[in-house]
Nanobody, 116 residues
Framework: QVQLVESGGGLVQPGGPLRLSCAAAGSIDRITLMGWYRQAPGKEREVVATITRSGSATYADSVKGRFTISRDNAKNTVDLQMNSLKPEDTAVYYC??????????WGQGTQVAVSS
């Protein structure tokens, strides 16, 4: 059993910051890739950012320069610092981990709403 617990979502004004955190617990073997995805109403889930165990990060074009992903391998946590938020960033954000054995797990999702 693997559990991913997300926190940090909420309502923020356009241009504001928000930080999401995800902690993995349970039967945690070696985690390779950690990432954040999001799903807006009526849209498919899309990748926001991923980070490898060595710290190499990739970002969706829509968030480059505004979001920063980071991870702590010792604590099995991954964070997403979101700055300069826009209304189009409104979505449910999901944490995801991929293990070396090839299986992956999702968090329950946390709502981010960007509105004035």
């Amino acid at each position: 059993q693997v559990q991913l617990v997300e926190s940090g979502g909420g309502l923020v004004q356009p241009g504001g910051p928000l930080r999401l955190s995800c902690a993995a617990a349970g039967s945690i073997d070696r985690i390779t890739l950690m990432g954040w995805y999001r799903q807006a109403p009526g849209k498919e889930r899309e990748v926001v950012a991923t980070i490898t165990r060595s710290g190499s990060a990739t970002y969706a074009d829509s968030v480059k320069g505004r979001f920063t992903i980071s991870r702590d391998n010792a604590k099995n946590t991954v964070d997403l610092q979101m700055n300069s938020l826009k209304p189009e960033d409104t979505a449910v954000y999901y944490c995801n981990i991929l293990r070396t054995r090839g299986d992956n797990f999702w968090g329950q999702g946390t709502q981010v709403a960007v509105s004035s």
